[in-house]
C-alpha cells in the first residue's frame, strides 16, 4: 500500500532533495563536532550564544535538581510548575506586556493563537514568504487566505480594499499577519506601513517576532521596539529557541487575550508543557539579554563586518537587514555541492532548498552570531569567494 513512497523518493532524489541529518555530538562557543571532526558552524539561530551560557546552564540544572526533567502533565491538568509561572511573568516584564502565555514551540503558538482568533468567516492577509508555521495556521482556520507580494505594501493595500468591498455586511475581521525578520532572507516586514493600514481598514495585526527577539531593538525585545511601534502592534508572538538559546514558544497581550487563550487554544490544552528546567534556562538567558546590550552590539559588529568584506566581493544578499545573510545559488544540486565544498573545508552550512525555498532559489542561509571570531569569517569568506564568484 506505502509502495508510492518509492516512487515519490524517485523523484526527490533526481532533484536533490533527499534530506538526512547531521548530528552533532558537542559544541564549543561557535564551532561544533561532527563524527569526530570539528566545524565552525555558520547554521545555527542560537545569535547570542545563550544555549552555552554558564548562568543559563547553572539555573537548567537546579531546576533538573529540584523537580526533575519532565512536567509530567499539560499544563491545566498537573502540568504546571511555578517556573512555568516565572517565565511567563518573565516574558511579560521583557515584552513590557500585561501578560504571557507559554507554548511548547514557535510552531505551537503560531496554530494556537491564530486558529482559536480566526473563523472561517474572517479574512487573513499573509506575506508570501511568511514562515510555514503561519501559512499553516492560516490555512487551517478555512479564513478567506489572501497573500500578498513580499513587503509590497501597495498590495496589501489592494487586498485590504477589495475584502472591504466583498463583506457585504458579515462580521468578516481582518487580520495582517507577517514575520518580523523573515527566516530566509533576512529583511524586516515594513511594519509602520503595515500598521497604518490596519487603523485604516479597522485589521488586527498579529507580529512574529521569532528571529527579532533578543536582536532588534534598545532592550532587544523586536522589531516593534526597533521602530517604536510597540503600542501599535495588537498580538505579539515570539520564541525562545532562537536568540533566547532554549526552547518555547510565547504570545504576549493584555490580560482578557491571555486568558482567552489559555481557555480555548487546542495546541496549549492538549499537550505536555515543557519541562522546569527548560523554563528556568528560558528565565535566565531573557534577564541575560536585558541586562547584556554588549552581547547585541558584538553580533552586530560581526554582521556588519562580514556584509562589508561579502559585499566588497561582489555578493548579493538580497537585501539582509539582519544576520540573517542568504548566498543565492539557485539550482538545488549546485547549492548542494557548494555546501559539500564548504563542509570538506571545516564550514558547516546546509543547503537551503524546496520546500524550504521556491523552486530556483536555493541558497546558504548564513547566519553570524555573536560567538564567531574575525578569524572564522574570514575564513568564512576565503572559502565562498572560491566556490561561488
Known sequence: MLGFINNELKLLKQAGLIRDFTTISAIKGSRVKIDDKWYVSFCTNDYLGLSQHPAVIKSAQKAIKDIGWGSGASRLMGGTFSYHKDLESEIARFKNSDDALLFTS??????GVITTLVTKDDAIFCDALNHASLVDASRLTKAKLNIYRHR?????????????????GARCRRFIITDAVFSMDGDTAPLADIVTLSKKYNAITIIDEAHSTGVLGKHGRGLAEYLNLEKEVNISIGTLSKAAGSIGGFVTGNKDLITYLRSKSRPFIFTTALPPAACAAGIEALRIIRRNPELREKLWNNTAYIKARLKESGFDFRGSETSIIPIMIGDAKKTFEVSQYLWKNGL?????????????????????????TKKELDLLLKHLKAIVT
Not at 106 to 111: I, P
Not at 355 to 361: A, D, Q, Y
Open 106 to 111: 514557535g510552531y505551537a503558538v503560531n496554530l
Open 152 to 168: 509590497d505594501v501597495s498590495h496589501l493595500d489592494k487586498l485590504l480594499q477589495n475584502a472591504r468591498r466583498t463583506a457585504h
Open 348 to 372: 558547516f552550512i546546509p543547503a537551503i532548498r524546496p520546500p524550504t525555498v521556491p523552486i530556483g532559489e536555493s541558497r546558504l542561509r548564513i547566519t553570524i552570531t555573536a560567538m564567531h
